[in-house]
């Protein structure tokens, strides 16, 4: 029998078999349910906590009907645009990792551990320095391009050497070269002034001290990548078998890992440009995904989309209580809680390929 027959098969006389199929898909539908009401209460978290808390009915309230008060100026002008910033940069960051690890079966893959952020950076840091670009519509497009050159590098050092491409490999050739760009992009801002004093806040991974404009500007890009990845389930699962098994049953490798490649770019440089790097959110977020889940990448992606934005905003608002009333930025919280998370994986006797 033929793997079309196979697919195509009819379920088990009675409906029994139609019952079992669609029960884990009733529950992971409750369980995307359950993750989205999760975001929603981190967001209104975000807009009400802070070096002025705000009850969550005047958040409400304050919404919808501004009324020229301080704290309407801190919900409108402050908060909303933090909370905006943070969902779009959770999502596509958390996107972009799952993207990551199903294109390249790699379960340490994350755009801060694959130096696709650092090729962001330093080419960010290009466009400020010696091209004099100092607004999010110019520099982004080098942000695009050096996240793509950055993953190119990467790859092509990991494959190199006998055995090809394994996870530790490519997290190691990823770790050498982000090194080597964060030392190109320290050198490159301390020789101006200008645009040393732009990095130093927007370097470390921080949501705050923008407006609403930065989070309209980076939302098209944001849409058309997440737009982009939520198709490529089925193909990923499809691939997951096998290039030869994969093309039997309809899929095309190429073009798969191509439209991945370029979901992965337009998330990670949209991100990156916006709010800075911040790391280890594809990495934890992907594991947290299977494991509720499974490896049902079409499952798996969703969810990623939806947590990804809760542990950006709950980071955030971390950032904001431990040393209140100073802040403390939310890319250096994630990296506190990712990097247990990236030793406990690299660690593993048997790191097995996705």
Same mark, same amino acid.
């Given at each position: +029998?033929?793997?079309?027959?196979?697919?195509?098969?009819?379920?088990?006389?009675?409906?029994?078999?139609?019952?079992?199929?669609?029960?884990?898909?009733?529950?992971?539908?409750?369980?995307?349910?359950?993750?989205?009401?999760?975001?929603?209460?981190?967001?209104?978290?975000?807009?009400?906590?802070? /070096?002025? *808390?705000?009850?969550?009915?005047?958040?409400?309230?304050?919404?919808?009907? &501004?009324?020229?008060?301080? *704290?309407?100026?801190?919900?409108?002008? +402050?908060?909303? &645009?933090?909370?905006?910033?943070?969902?779009?940069?959770?999502?596509?960051?958390?996107?972009?990792?799952?993207? +990551?690890?199903?294109?390249?079966?790699?379960?340490?893959?994350?755009?801060?551990?694959?130096?696709?952020?650092?090729?962001?950076?330093? *080419?960010?840091?290009?466009? #400020?320095?010696?091209?004099?670009?100092?607004?999010?519509?110019?520099?982004?497009?080098?942000?695009?391009?050096? /996240?793509?050159?950055?993953?190119?590098?990467?790859?092509?050092?990991?494959?190199?050497?006998?055995?090809?491409?394994?996870?530790?490999?490519?997290?190691?050739?990823?770790?050498?070269?982000?090194?080597?760009?964060?030392?190109?992009?320290?050198?490159?801002?301390? #020789?101006?002034?200008?645009?040393?004093?732009?990095?130093?806040?927007?370097?470390?991974?921080?949501l705050s001290g923008h407006d609403l404009s930065v989070a309209v500007q980076v939302a098209p890009f944001m849409a058309v990548g997440t737009a982009l990845a939520l198709s490529l389930g089925r193909p990923l699962n499809l691939l997951a078998l096998g290039d030869d098994a994969g093309r039997a049953l309809g899929a095309r490798p190429g073009r798969t890992r191509l439209l991945g490649a370029i979901a992965v770019t337009l998330l990670c440089g949209a991100a990156t440009a916006a709010a800075g790097p911040i790391g280890f959110v594809g990495l934890v977020v992907a594991h947290a995904a299977r494991l509720l889940v499974g490896p049902d990448n079409r499952w798996s992606l969703l969810y990623a989309a939806l947590l990804g934005p809760v542990l950006v905003l709950v980071s955030d608002i971390t950032g904001r209580l431990v040393l209140w009333p100073a802040e403390l930025e939310a890319g250096v919280v994630t990296a506190l809680v990712g990097m247990p998370v990236f030793i406990a994986l690299a660690r593993r006797r048997r790191l097995a390929r996705l």
């Open positions: +029998m033929t793997a079309g027959h196979l697919a195509q098969a009819p379920p088990a006389a009675g409906g029994g078999g139609a019952r079992r199929a669609v029960r884990p898909a009733a529950i992971r539908a409750g369980g995307a349910l359950l993750a989205a009401g999760l975001l929603v209460l981190a967001a209104l978290a975000s807009l009400a906590i802070g /070096s002025k *808390a705000i009850p969550p009915g005047d958040v409400l309230r304050l919404l919808l009907h &501004p009324d020229g008060t301080d *704290a309407a100026f801190v919900v409108h002008d +402050m908060r909303v &645009p933090r909370t905006l910033l943070g969902i779009g940069v959770g999502a596509a960051l958390a996107l972009a990792g799952a993207l +990551m690890q199903a294109l390249t079966r790699n379960p340490l893959a994350d755009p801060g551990i694959l130096g696709v952020e650092a090729g962001a950076v330093v *080419a960010i840091a290009v466009a #400020v320095g010696p091209f004099g670009l100092h607004n999010l519509p110019g520099f982004i497009w080098f942000s695009f391009a050096g /996240s793509a050159a950055a993953a190119t590098v990467v790859y092509l050092i990991g494959s190199t050497g006998r055995g090809g491409v394994t996870p530790v490999r490519l997290a190691l050739a990823g770790m050498a070269v982000s090194a080597a760009l964060a030392s190109s992009t320290q050198a490159l801002v301390l #020789v101006d002034p200008e645009a040393f004093e732009r990095f130093r806040h927007w370097g470390t991974g921080a």
